[in-house]
């Protein structure tokens, strides 16, 4: 398993455009994504409904989880797009 945090720097937050944009990048990956804002509130980060039911904020510490045979890539290019989009 790899796992990142990541603190929100978008003054908007995660909404339905972002969490759009998110789920449609990760989705290119095999492995099991899991995001939120603690270890125990955490949803599938493929699927744009449950990333839109997360109240994240600018400021929140995101926790980022992945687990699978792509685990290790998907987990560095999405810390990437991450810092770049978010």
Request: aromatic share 8%.
């Amino acid at each position: 398993m790899q796992e990142f945090t990541f603190e929100l720097s978008d003054p908007r937050g995660i909404h339905a455009r972002p969490a759009g944009i998110l789920s449609k990048f990760l989705s290119r990956f095999a492995c099991d994504i899991t995001i939120g804002a603690a270890e125990d509130d955490q949803v599938n980060a493929k699927h744009l409904l449950e990333l839109m039911q997360l109240p994240l904020r600018q400021g929140d510490t995101l926790l980022m989880q992945f687990s699978g045979r792509d685990e290790v890539e998907a987990a560095e290019q999405t810390e990437r797009f991450l810092s770049e989009h978010f």
